[in-house]
């Protein structure tokens, strides 16, 4: 397996090739916010096992998030939209005349229904339904950390701040953004769900381990 990463615009785009030729690409959209670091080691073994297999795997960090060049205040939905594409490109350009499979995690379910670039396989994990509902649980959980630290002036959960920002759990984003988050609602019917059983809600960063559905993955995509 090789890897390489560079920035491409805010994004910071990571490949795990093959040794051997490319039989395929899979592009691995991340779920966002807290969730990021959470998912992250795992994101990486799942993209090392990919490669082993013959795919090239593709993983990016979404404009200000983990460690792309721009912070989150004043990301909007177009900004994700438009990091997908990117990313998605290069892993076209990469692997021509092979099949592009896309596995989301979390709230990516959402965007990629803005954007369907993928000519392969579609597999959701843990696939957010309603955007409203999920920032709702955010919302919780962000209250639930600030209960724990009672020295912390507490924050309006949906009103935010003089300039129209939010803080969720550790960053603040644009109420604009926080907006179009809430608008959104699945629309895709033709994609493979995946169920992993890690507890994604807890405010704790624990990483996630699932080794059973990186095998699951592996050997649906597997050429």
Not at 44 to 49: I, T
Not at 167 to 178: H, V
Not at 186 to 191: D, I, L, T, V, W
Request: hydrophobic share 40%.
């Amino acid at each position: 397996m090789k890897f390489s990463a560079e920035y491409v615009g805010p994004s910071l785009i990571s490949l795990h090739r093959p040794e051997g030729p490319i039989k395929g690409a899979v592009l691995l959209c991340g779920p966002l916010f807290h969730e990021y670091f959470k998912a992250h080691f795992w994101l990486r073994q799942l993209a090392n096992s990919l490669a082993q297999s013959g795919l090239l795997a593709v993983r990016f960090d979404y404009t200000g998030q983990g460690d792309s060049l721009r912070d989150a205040g004043g990301v909007r939905l177009a900004d994700w939209r438009e990091d997908i594409h990117r990313a998605a490109t290069i892993a076209g350009e990469r692997a021509v005349g092979r099949p592009l499979h896309m596995v989301t995690v979390r709230l990516s379910n959402l965007l990629l229904d803005l954007c369907q670039p993928a000519s392969g396989r579609r597999i959701q994990v843990d696939a957010i339904e309603r955007g409203d509902d999920y920032l709702q649980a955010l919302r919780a959980s962000h209250a639930e950390l600030l209960a724990r630290q009672p020295s912390v002036p507490p924050s309006s959960p949906e009103g935010g701040d003089e300039r129209g920002h939010e803080e969720l759990l550790g960053d603040r984003y644009a109420g604009t953004l926080m907006q179009e988050i809430g608008g959104l609602a699945a629309k895709s019917a033709s994609s493979e769900q995946l169920e992993s059983g890690f507890d994604w809600a807890s405010i704790h960063l624990e990483r996630a381990y699932l080794p059973a559905v990186t095998h699951r993955i592996v050997g649906m995509l597997s050429p």
